[in-house]
């Protein structure tokens, strides 16, 4: 028996673009559920005791936190629009001068005068960005319910619904929510097994400026965004909850709505705010959450249900992984205390998974991008105000969409992108005296684009090169000619501004990004530490890709084939990666690293992932480097670094080593380190969602890669997973991949291709299937092309840098569009 008691809240407030519901018959209440419906089931015994135990639902739009009160339920809620401020840019009108003088003394190499005018110059002016702000909570009392039985609270991530029942005083009851991604609304269900068993109060809170009233069956929060580091608000928002009952009575005024005696209430939520783009706030949002409710009010539950699962499941069920047997007969929370010394991989299948969910119930084709929270923030000011942190964190929220078959919900991302080089285009002009556009490390809503926060970790003007990787990697996946040619002037916006900016640096004539930062980091300690640099090693990466990425572009649109020649002339010009006196890869031009340095940011590895630069079969010493540099950095770390070096040690075809990164992921957060909390939050700490994209990521490229010139199947497969399943990966190329395996060695492959053309496999066994052919020579598949480097400056014999290949094999596939290649191998 549970006993809970819970103080008398304040109502919540909820939700943004919200369709209606219509009743149904209240549902049977849930049988046993079989393995397989378990197997995406996040499950516990008792309620929420704080914000990251509650289980999120939301659909891009609309985000709820679903806290299982018995006495008093709590849904947090959060609309993606909702921020402080209004339209505004950060730029520093001021700065130009002062960029000319830390370039002259990095010049000199007078790194901490070079830092001191940094710091009191080129710090964030006017603001630092606006915060993401929750909307507020929807409360439901239940009186008297304070001691129950057989309580469970879950989430199915396979139908995006989440459910919480319970027996009191014999009566079972039942409460089922979700947010339509259909209707834009959310919708609770309140059901009992006996027949006018359903008593509870109803109210909207909210800790913003608001107010509220009640219009015939409406109640109503008028709210308002938060005024914030001088910028005015300028958001309003209005959320309407509505109830429909069969049995009973229910009332409402500005006090709540109050259900009396009913066998099934239906909560229908929608919220809106005045937001239509950042430099437009004059949408009325009353109306808008009006016409969404009024929507859905006219359609049954069952209707509504069906198809917010259908459109749902067109995106969840693309990928199937099967890593082992279910052990779900523990509460989640108690999984993950055990996941590092158990036998229980299915966890890891559960939150690969995960990762998929929060990414389709956060970022949709008409929504926001997805923050550093998704949409799910508590707080009237999240942790770094739930912005986008653009040196690493907001392109991790994207990493797994391609490769795990998500790719329209990268469409946010791709119009924020968009927008922001409009934005820049100021920053490059007014702050660098450059062509094109250009961001440094954060942005937000309103798309500001100068310094945020102070210059030690803001002076980063390299995000846009960055962000337009993601635009490349689209084409790679998906073939899009058309998206391609919409997006190429962003992408030489973003060179024009590198062509402009480039410094040439006194010891070799390199030319390089100055002044910058290597994202986060010092290289030099202390008190007085210094962060400012030129030439950082991520810098270099990111503009090499970029000018490759649009040299080949040019190719393949045939067109600007004389800006393609300038920049492959510039290309040619940038520092070469460089291995240090300890075999490591430099993080910066002069040889600054050192062994004992365990920072979360592991900038100048881009390279190796989520960049291909860096290949164990085209260059094994900087392969070598950029293992040792892993090694010295460790492995524990904030949940999002211990991500992110999954996907590095993927890349180093280290499955065992990536897996053990997983266990440390997931498992109990720690004051040391990161790590997971009970409802598989991932934790820097506190709560950001990039450690969970980054997890998915890493599994996917633990099983499937394509960026080496060709498609390696099980590349860093642990011994764990002896065996298992993986169907529905992507391959650059438009390659869909599915493998079995039994004792770590394919049995079953299948290929579908989307474009056609050629597909090279590479596999660490022998594939004896007739049809596959030995490959020959470089691959002739356009998607597969890869970019020579320079050749790297060793600081230390060669000899020291010898890497083993693993063995692997080679085969070639000739496809057609439309068409599945399925082989059975011996």
């Known amino acids: 028996m549970i006993k809970i008691n819970m103080s008398k809240g304040l109502l919540i407030s909820m939700l943004f673009c919200l369709t209606s519901v219509v009743l149904a018959q209240p549902g049977k209440f849930q049988q046993a559920l079989k393995p397989n419906e378990q197997r995406y089931r996040l499950w516990y015994n008792k309620p929420a005791a704080n914000w990251n135990e509650a289980l999120p639902i939301g659909n891009g739009h609309i985000g709820g936190m679903v806290f299982g009160n018995v006495v008093q339920e709590r849904i947090q809620l959060n609309e993606g629009t909702i921020w402080g401020g209004g339209p505004n840019n950060n730029l520093d009108s001021a700065a130009a001068p002062h960029i000319t003088e830390v370039r002259s003394l990095l010049t000199q190499k007078k790194y901490a005068e070079a830092q001191k005018v940094a710091n009191k110059y080129l710090g964030p002016k006017g603001n630092s960005g606006m915060p993401y702000q929750l909307a507020g909570n929807l409360y439901i009392q239940f009186p008297g319910h304070e001691e129950v039985t057989r309580y469970s609270r879950d989430l199915d991530i396979a139908k995006a619904l989440a459910t919480v029942s319970y027996t009191y005083k014999n009566v079972e009851y039942k409460r089922e929510y979700f947010t339509s991604f259909t209707d834009n609304v959310l919708l609770v269900r309140l ?14 809170q909210s800790p913003l400026k608001q107010r509220l009233t009640a219009t015939n069956n409406d109640l109503i929060l008028a709210g308002s965004g938060s ?188 119009n924020m992108i968009g927008e922001l080089a409009e934005t820049g285009k100021s920053s490059a002009k007014v702050m660098y005296g450059a062509r094109g556009w250009m961001l440094h490390h954060n942005t937000d809503i309103w798309r500001v684009t100068g310094v945020v926060d102070g210059a030690f970790w803001g002076l980063w003007p ?58 986060e980091h010092e290289y030099i300690g202390g008190q007085n530490a210094v962060s400012v640099t030129a030439g950082a090693t991520m810098d270099n990466q990111l503009v090499f890709g970029l000018f490759s990425n649009l040299i080949n572009a040019s190719t393949v649109l045939n067109t600007d084939q004389t800006f393609a020649d300038t920049l492959k002339t510039l290309r040619d010009k940038l520092p070469p990666m460089q291995v240090g006196q300890y075999g490591q890869l430099q993080e910066w031009l002069d040889d600054l690293d050192s062994k004992t340095d365990n920072h979360r940011h592991v900038s100048h590895l881009y390279g190796l992932f989520p960049g291909s630069q860096i290949s164990p079969f085209r260059q094994p010493q900087l392969f070598t480097a950029a293992r040792n540099s892993l090694i010295y950095r460790g492995d524990v770390s904030t949940g999002w670094s211990m991500a992110w070096k999954i996907n590095l040690w993927a890349r180093l075809l280290d499955g065992n080593h990536a897996y053990k990164l997983i266990k440390d992921q997931i498992s109990p957060v720690s004051k040391q380190s990161g790590g997971t909390y009970p409802n598989l939050f991932d934790a820097h700490p506190p709560f950001q969602i990039d450690g969970n994209f980054g997890c998915t990521s890493g599994i996917a490229e633990m099983l499937l890669q394509s960026h080496d010139g060709a498609i390696y199947l099980l590349p860093a497969l642990p011994d764990e997973w002896k065996q298992g399943s993986i169907s529905g990966l992507m391959a650059r190329g438009g390659f869909k991949i599915g493998i079995q395996w039994r004792n770590h060695r394919i049995y079953k492959l299948s290929v579908y291709s989307t474009l056609g053309g050629q597909c090279r496999l ?18 002739t598949n356009p998607y597969f092309k890869t970019d020579r480097i320079s050749k790297p400056v060793l600081k230390i014999p060669a000899t020291q840098l010898a890497y083993n290949q693993p063995e692997s094999w080679l085969y070639d596939l000739n496809t057609q569009p439309g068409k599945t290649y399925t082989f059975l191998v011996k």
Not at 191 to 204: E, G, H
Not at 234 to 253: E, P, Y
Not at 765 to 776: C, D, G, I, S
Request: charged share 20%; proline share 5%; glycine share 4%.
């Open 762 to 779: 590479r596999s660490n066994q022998m594939l004896n299937v007739k049809t596959l052919k030995t490959a020959r020579g470089n691959n």
């Open 191 to 204: 059901t009992a097994n006996k027949p006018r068993m359903v008593s509870c109060q109803i109210n909207l």
């Open 462 to 519: 390299t995000a846009n090169a960055w962000l337009c990787q993601h635009l490349w990697e689209h084409y790679l996946f998906t073939g899009d000619r058309k998206f391609l040619q919409q997006y190429y002037p962003v992408m030489k916006g973003a060179a024009q501004y590198f062509i402009d900016v480039l410094q040439k640096e006194p010891d070799h004539g390199w030319l390089v990004v100055s002044p910058s930062v290597s994202p």
């Open 227 to 414: 005024d914030h580091e001088n910028q005015q608000s300028k958001i309003r928002f209005n959320i309407i909850a509505r109830t429909k009952i069969v049995g009973g009575d229910s009332n409402t005024d500005s006090s709540g709505i109050r259900v009396q005696n009913a066998d099934t209430a239906l909560i229908y939520l929608s919220i809106a705010t005045n937001f239509v783009n950042y430099k437009d706030v004059s949408a009325q949002p009353y109306q808008r959450a009006l016409k969404f409710l009024d929507a859905a009010y006219k359609k049954r539950f069952d209707e509504l249900c069906r198809a917010h699962l259908k459109y749902y499941q067109a995106y969840f069920n693309r990928v199937h992984l099967n890593l082992g047997t279910l052990n779900n007969s523990q509460p989640t929370d108690v999984r993950i205390q055990q996941f590092a010394t158990g036998r229980d991989p299915q966890l890891a299948e559960l939150y690969f998974q995960f990762g998929r969910y929060l990414l389709i119930s956060s970022s949709q084709p008409s929504s926001q991008p997805a923050n550093l929270q998704g949409i799910w923030n508590g707080e009237l000011k999240g942790p770094w105000d739930s912005k986008y942190t653009v040196n690493i964190n907001t392109e991790m929220n994207y990493w797994p969409s391609e490769v795990t078959q998500l790719t329209e919900l990268n469409a946010p991302l791709f």
